[in-house]
Every structure is written in C-alpha cells, then in structure tokens.
C-alpha cells in the first residue's frame, strides 16, 4: 500500500516533503520519498492519496492517567470492573487524536499491565502502552488520594520499586512536589530511588513542578522531569548535559487556570473533590501558566529534549489534547517541525523505541497519522485528524 499526500513530516524535526509517500507492507514502512518516484517504482501498489493532507509519524502521548477517573461526578460507581473499562474507552479515545503510543505515568496497580495483555489478546485495539503502574509518594504526600503508593523511606523505596517492577511496571514514577515549593521527599530518598532504577536498568520519571523539588530530581538524576513548570535556564542547562528530558504539560495548568478562572467569575459547582482542589488552587496555577508562557522558548534553546505530554484528567475536559500541547509549543516561540519531534522522534528515543517507531522511516513500524492541511506551516492541521493506522491498520477514520 503507498500513503501519499501533498505535505509528508518525517518526524526528525527538520524534514518536509512536498508531495511526499511512504510504502507500506505487512505493517512496515519500506519506502519513503516523493510521491511521484515511489509510484512508478511500485506501479501495481495500491494507492490512498490525501491530496492536501499531511501525513507525518503516529504521535505520543508521554504523561497519561488512563485510569484516573477520580474526578468523575459519580465517583460511587468506579468499582475495578468499571474503572478497567474507563480506561480502554480512554486508551480507545487516543486514536482519534493521532496518538499511537502511550506513556501512562500512574494509573491504579495492575490496570496498564492488564490493559496491554487485553490488547495483546485482541480484546480491545488500543495504542502502544508503555506504564509505571501505580507511581510512589511520600505518605500524605501529592497523589496519595489518587492511588499512588504511599513509601517512606530509603529502604521501602527500593522495596517499592522493586515490587512495582516485579509486577510489571515499565517505568518508575516518583512524585515528590505539590503546589507549594516544600519538597517531599528528601534528597537521600529520591537518589535512592534513582540508583535503585538505574542499577536495574529501570528509567524513572518524577513529578516536580516548583522550586527546590525540580533541582534535588535534576541532582538525583531522574530520567524524564514531569512539569518542571518553574524550572530556570540554568536547571536546564544541567539537564542537557545530564541527558534528562522535560514534559511540560502546558495544557494542563493552561487548562486548570482558565477552568478556575471561569469557576471564580461565573460559579460552579464545587461538589466534586477535583474541581474544588483546582479551584483552591488557583492562585497556583496562575503564575504556573504565565511560567510556561514566559519561560518555554528560552528553556527550549537550550537545547533541552522536550517530550509532549498532556496529562489531562479533569471531568469535562478534552481526552489527551497533545494537539493543543503542540499549539502552545508553537504560540511560545518554536516551529511547528519543532513542536512535531517533541511528540514523534524525541519521546521514541527516550523510550527506547527508536528503532520501532517515532519516525517514518525504512524498517519502522507504519504508525502513520493524516491530518487535513500543512502541518509544517500550521500547527492547528492537527487538529484535523483525518485518519491513523497502527503498525499498517487503519485504527481510526474521521467520518467527513
Ligand atoms: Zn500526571
């Protein structure tokens, strides 16, 4: 089968083709280059042309909670049965915004594990899932009425890791700040769990968003910093050189000001426990968006890897909006080549999954996204999710 369409990204952050078409067979990308070369190469290949479209690699996804649902209105419901099918509706939901692979940052024990079996058995037809099972707080500490495991402790650190591992976890997550500038965990404890992961040949990610939590993590050496909403050029800096990557997460507290803001003005309703901690905090997330607002494209040049992340999990609010992850990318300073990379080649890396997916490439698996319009021109033709195959299969069609 040959995709072609006018506008081809590759992924790498630096190359468009005009015209461009990629080869697909047997769920492998065998050919990529101009449309009309390939064509005659392989005349009796089968041909989808989405003329004005752009095709460019199935996006990721790097900071999920598949299966959050603690901000649903009927909370009494959830039970295990429920919550496990919330979150393949949810990991369903990803196709249609262009993403093919997952990183869930902390979802109820044992959810992603079986969740990825269910689509290895053919039970449901979900992305890519890549997990960190249950994530690890300090007791009291942020996440800790959201199922995250509660470890005090050098010693239970390592135990935890340990057990969430054994138990299938992919990668570890600490969350070590909330919305206030005390850390949690003491630095003894997040370099142990560090060493912990790295010994084992473990990546960890940790949730830092304020000041010193953001420079003891970037210290202990986590592998991905989650939000580092008030990080410095100078901790950036640091983190090229250690070879750490940052998820922003724009769009949420983007989305968690504005959401306040309207709550402050207009009213709400405040019944559910979610929305009201987002309203107590709005004074958090003001100056959390105007950080992202100020600061990204200074952060950006240094050079630091950027992964795209949405972790969105209010009630109401849209599922995995990498595309408007991208738009703010793209509003604060860089290109939207740039913008892509963040979501396709640079997360396929940190993940180790360079040699499978993230670009489109000779050899790579055809995860392969169609969105209406230039990509490369204008961020907002992601918003156009024309169709998505996974490894090859088409996995999602839009109805106009
Ligand atoms: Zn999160």
Known sequence: MI???????????ATLLKDGAIVVDKGIICEVGLGR???????????VDYGKATILPGLFDMHVHLGYY???????NYDDFLIAYYAAKQAETAFTQGITTIRDLSSPHNLCKQLRLAGEKGYVTIPRLIHTDAGICMTGGHGHTDGIEQVDGVDNIRAAIRRQHRDGADWIKLLTSHRSDIPEFTQEEL???VDECHRRNIR???HAGT????????NAGFDTIEHGTFMTVAQAEKMVENGQAWTPTITAYTYLYEYCRKLQAEGGDLSNPVAAAAARDCAYFEPAARAYRDNFKRLYATGVTVLAGSDMVLYGAPPMPINRELGYMVEYGITPLEAIRTATVNPARVLGLAAVTGQLAIGLTADVLVVGGDAATDIAALNDVKCVYFGGKMVYQSRQ
């Not at 070369?37 to 041909?47: A, C, G, L």
């Not at 603690?70 to 909370?75: A, G, M, N, R």
Request: overall charge negative; aromatic content about 4%; some cysteine.
């Open 3 to 13: 995709i072609a369409a006018q506008n081809l990204v590759t992924g790498d952050g």
């Open 37 to 47: 070369e390939i064509m005659s190469r392989y005349p009796d290949e089968s041909v």
């Open 70 to 76: 603690y901000s649903q209105p009927d909370l009494d």
């Open 191 to 193: 370099n142990a769990a």
């Open 204 to 206: 960890t990610a940790v």
């Open 211 to 218: 000041q010193p939590s953001i420079e003891m993590c970037i």
